[in-house]
């Protein structure tokens, strides 16, 4: 390496050096913060809004009010409820998706009390991951095997083609028909 070449190389490390340092110290800054943004959300589930509580914005008014009609009418029906969140990736980390589900549920705690029939639908459209946590009682009624079929059959062939309405509505519509052939 010349003379020329070393001093030019030496000045871009120089240059570069600070800013990388600077550019790294920011970047843990916000990792740090989106950690304990997500660590505030896991100690403060929030009390749902509704039967849909849709965190990532992925349905507009309309789908949501259709969604929240379905389960009501099948709450009426038959004393099962059914919750639906969306999970933004702000809330929790892929790894911790399942977990975080799974609190929610046990904080939203849906279904009859006593009866534990609740089921909670949760997927998150950007992690690309979904759950659906069966309550006690509707365990008694349909296997997790009968579960995964719906969300292999009716959701996720929607969601593959980025339509998370039809890929919801028709899990929970699949879901309910299958509740009440078991009932």
């Known amino acids: 390496m010349n003379t020329k070449a070393f001093w030019i190389l030496s000045i871009l490390i120089m240059l570069t050096g600070p800013f990388s340092t600077e550019a790294q110290e920011q970047k843990e800054t916000a990792k740090g913060k989106l950690e304990d943004y997500r660590k505030t959300f896991w100690d403060n589930i929030p009390k749902p809004k509704g039967w849909v509580n849709d965190y990532e914005r992925d349905f507009n008014e309309q789908q949501i009010a259709s969604l929240e009609y379905v389960i009501l009418k099948f709450d009426k029906e038959s004393s099962i409820q059914i919750a639906i969140v969306t999970i933004d990736t702000m ?8 977990d975080l589900a799974l609190r929610i549920a046990n904080s939203w705690k849906p279904g009859e009390k006593g009866k534990d029939n609740g089921i909670l639908i949760a997927f ?35 969601f ?24």
Do not use: W
């Open 124 to 158: 998150s459209r950007k992690h690309r991951l979904i759950r659906i946590c069966n309550g006690y009682g509707i365990e008694k009624l349909i296997s997790d095997k009968e579960t995964k079929e719906v969300i292999d059959r009716h959701i996720i062939p929607n």
């Open 160 to 183: 593959k083609k980025d339509d998370y309405y039809a890929g919801t509505f028709t899990g929970l519509t699949e879901l309910i028909k299958l509740l009440k052939t078991k009932q």
């Open 91 to 98: 809330m929790t980390s892929k790894k911790k998706f399942n």
